[in-house]
Nanobody
Framework: QVQLVESGGGLVQAGGSLRLSCAATGRTFNSYAMGWFRQAPGKEREFVAAIRWIPGTSYYADSVKGRFTISRVNAKNTVYLQMNSLKPEDTAVYYC???????????????????WGQGTQVTVSS
């Protein structure tokens, strides 16, 4: 019923920028919160950023704070991740996630999210 469609990944050199997009569709979907996670080869999935739909409060991992910005377009159920000053350490598959429930939650935990995209590869060359 609910699908998350990601786009915007690609190849970029260190110091460059990319913008990832994620659109949520589905007849029963409610955008309580959406987030971005990433997973590098041989590593666990790690939290990158999240946004609570209302009032738009955002959260960031320390590793990306000041470089990445998460935003949303309410009417389109779409979330973006603007990535600036990219580093080789940012290389990973980036996953969009959506929480379809209200209440408080641990925004950095993958288990708190209900739906996931298929991922988009981001590769940063040195």
């Amino acid at each position: 019923q609910v699908q998350l469609v990601e786009s915007g990944g690609g190849l970029v050199q260190a110091g460059g920028s990319l913008r990832l997009s994620c659109a949520a569709t589905g007849r029963t979907f409610n955008s309580y919160a959406m987030g971005w996670f990433r997973q590098a080869p041989g590593k666990e999935r790690e939290f990158v950023a999240a946004i609570r739909w209302i009032p738009g409060t955002s959260y960031y991992a320390d590793s990306v704070k000041g470089r990445f910005t998460i935003s949303r377009v309410n009417a389109k159920n779409t979330v973006y991740l603007q990535m600036n000053s990219l580093k080789p350490e940012d290389t990973a598959v980036y996953y969009c996630a959506a929480r379809n429930r209200g209440g408080t939650y641990y925004y950095s935990r993958p288990s708190e999210y209900d739906y996931w995209g298929q991922g988009t590869q981001v590769t940063v060359s040195s």
